[in-house]
């Protein structure tokens, strides 16, 4: 796949650009911007590069652009390439679907399938841009930016010394997360809690007497929880982790008390996974208890673009639940897609910030909604119960005896450089099925509040 | 098939057998003894042989054992040979699960697919017991027996003249219904209602303008609700199921209040289908309004020897749910099983009644209860709503992809002239998916009445 590199260009010279945050997201932003010659300069308010959590899943979708990035042995080198993806009953243990990676797998999707952990992509992603030219900053909070005719003012905060400074640029990327100050000059709306709460925790693999032959991506799923098991940093570290939906939660939410702010903490940890096989309650001694992760995501947006100069990608446009394992990926397509959108249109001389941030929102939105949505459904199908439950692994047996990539096509098959949602914007749309599906949680919250939808703000 | 039809033969004369019930299993008894040449008496207690309903399906276990006894021709004629069987969501009306009764289908299961009006099969029935040399008396019940060492002493009733009698039989066969006297000298139990009603019509097809085409058995299936349409009578009269999931039912199951009599009543039915697709709640208007079925059935039966000379068989050991459309056919499979093993070890010279009875037992109680069981899970299947819905489309939309005959083989490839559940006990035996599945009502009821399971008595 050498051939795929991307080769620094120069399309972008002179072209400047702030990014507003250094997760993943941003990273990638600077870097595939980086790579097409632009003046990049990112701003994280954090003191140091650093990304909570453990293992990250990243589809074929995601390794072909790091592939492309020119990062494909390094982050080989830093993770783990499972050989296949298993879901297993959290009640018997039961196999209901194996996902062979094999090489028709790589052939079909034009890439393998990578597991790492969230620190390293970070730092290789930060190295990499830097690498590539782009100044990264520690510690500099981003609070808000003017657009102008010529481009746009952006406000920021030096943390240590508590001082402010104007910084001029063409256009402001802004990566800050599911809070981000940015969204809101969109859309009023709140992150929505699933109800569901994660646990994770990492240790030693080659002395854990019951995991050291592990070479899979494990997906227990069962009523109200699940738990996944994987391998990471070439097989030294075990990645685990236990979700479970939060009965103290659920009960706030139903009757309309105040939410307690420790819902699913360690208490509710304890039983939660009482209704599942024994093997799972024997390996929940290794997750950490000092951390939870209360799971949220939002409502899609259908526009991405702030103003002429501003545009919202990774987790401030669309905050996914975990479930597609895409939340990471989706970021760095939004940061593919923008530099790659640009580059062409100043390829052919034709470098309008408004008609390119119309286009790439216009790509990326339609893909982005669609799995959020589809990833709220992937939750409730993972953890449904009783007839419903046999239901479900009937459909996972079955989806293995034919072929299990008509499931997953759409979402490892997908490559913004086809332009697919702004040629056909049909294609965006949701499957039928899913397009008349709502999600219970939210349905608890609308019928609280009276059924009134977030408000949309005109700007 | 015409070399299967079974010749009328001699290894149970001599042998006098009263059958209690003139319904479908009755006649279905009386016919399979009659032509072993036994001595065959029937008493129904109704004026006359008559069954309550409209159409009947009969898979090809039931079209098999009809052709057995050389009933081919006239039910063929009587009734309507479908193509093909389809599912349909009722919510979308999208076909699901398209079943073909074509030459394969006919080929793997040695027998077509037949739709039957009661009337007409019993009619059928009734006869050929008759022809075949069986006594059949109306207006006659059995009120009760006592086995004696030479056989059995049964009390019957004349109805219209109120007078009472002793007959003596060697065997006495207790086809008399879900409401069985002879059931009770086994299990004290109570039918279990399913909290669904149906309500049914017929109607005439050829000018019906929606409808004239039809050519299958259909079936909507949705949330709280199915709805089923079949040909009758070779494509004369249009049949048609309406089945609902009664609110009123379920408020007083849940809330532990009395159980009004008349749940599903007309007030009910005429919401029940609002969330359906128009063009179901456009067919209602044909449904008959002054019946209604309140369905019901009861835990499945180990054992269905009542003494050395009694066995209930029919509705009286395992009245099913409707869902899988085998109520009737497993009563002629009883009937069928109980006519062979006689003869066969008549036929060795080692016709034991006790032995006999076992046999008969042990054979077909697991064959019933698997289906009695799968036909509550099977029903809820059906019913189940949200994602489970989406979840149970795609299983059925699986099924058609690959094949479905794995769901059914066990249902319609059944011959108790094996002996398969005899030599291997454990063919009887649930999925091991049902076995740990827990039907919804029965939980709600256990619940209410602090998990006492139905007393079992010793004889």
Redesign the interface.
Same mark, same amino acid.
Do not use: M
């Given at each position: 796949m050498t051939q795929h590199i991307l080769q620094a260009s120069a399309e972008l010279r002179g072209q400047r650009f702030i990014i507003a945050g250094g997760g993943i997201g941003g990273a990638a932003g600077a870097l595939a911007l980086s790579l097409r010659g632009a003046d990049v300069t990112l701003y994280e308010r954090a003191p140091e590069f650093k990304e909570v959590g453990a293992g990250l899943q990243i589809g074929p979708h995601g390794v072909r652009m790091l592939e492309k990035w020119g990062l494909k042995d390094k982050v080989f080198a830093a993770g783990y390439l499972p050989e296949r993806m298993q879901f297993r009953d959290a009640?018997?243990t039961e196999p209901i679907l194996t996902m062979d990676f094999d090489e028709d797998f790589q052939r079909h999707y034009g890439g393998r399938y990578l597991v790492i952990h969230r620190s390293d992509l970070l730092s290789i992603l930060v190295e990499a841009a830097q690498e590539a030219g782009a100044t990264l900053h520690n510690g500099v909070q981003v609070l808000g930016a003017d657009t102008h005719a010529d481009g746009v003012t952006v406000h920021i905060e030096h943390r240590a010394e508590g001082t402010r400074e104007d910084v001029e640029a063409d256009i402001l990327v802004a990566f800050d997360g599911i809070h981000s100050v940015f969204r809101g000059e969109i859309v009023r709306d709140e992150p929505v809690p699933s109800a569901y709460v994660a646990y994770r925790g990492t240790s030693e693999l080659p002395t854990d007497p019951d995991m050291s032959g592990l070479k899979d991506v494990i997906g227990y799923i069962g009523p109200r929880c699940h738990f996944i098991q994987y391998p990471l940093r070439h097989g030294e570290l075990l990645n685990q982790v236990a979700v479970f939906q939060s009965p103290r939660y659920l009960k706030a939410l139903t009757e309309g008390t105040e939410v307690p702010d420790d819902w699913g903490n360690n208490e509710e940890f304890r039983t939660a996974f009482d209704h599942t096989h024994e093997f799972i309650q024997g390996r929940l001694g290794s997750m950490w208890l000092d951390t939870w992760w209360q799971m949220s995501d939002r409502e899609p947006l259908d526009n991405w673009v702030v103003s002429d100069r501003i545009i919202v990608m990774g987790d401030a446009a669309h905050p996914p639940l975990q479930y597609l394992a895409s939340g990471a990926v989706m970021a760095m397509e939004d940061a593919e897609c923008l530099a790659l959108y640009a580059s062409q249109a100043a390829a052919k001389g034709e470098l309008d910030w408004p008609s390119v941030l119309a286009e790439v929102s216009g790509e990326r939105a339609p893909r982005c909604a669609r799995i959020q949505i589809t990833g709220r459904?992937w939750g $409730? *199908?993972w953890h &449904?119960d009783? &007839?419903?439950r *046999?239901?479900?692994? $009937?459909?996972f047996r079955?989806?293995g005896?034919?072929s299990w990539y008509r499931y997953v096509d759409w979402l490892w098959g997908y490559d913004a450089g086809r332009r697919e949602y702004l040629r056909d914007p049909s294609k965006g749309e949701l499957p039928e099925? *899913?397009q $008349?599906? $709502?999600y219970?949680i939210h349905k608890i919250i609308a019928r609280r509040e009276g059924e009134a939808a977030p408000e949309e703000l005109t700007i």
């Open positions: 009640i018997t459904f $409730e *199908l &449904v009783g &007839v419903s *046999l239901i479900r692994n $009937e459909t079955q989806a005896r034919t099925e *899913l $008349e599906w $709502e219970q």
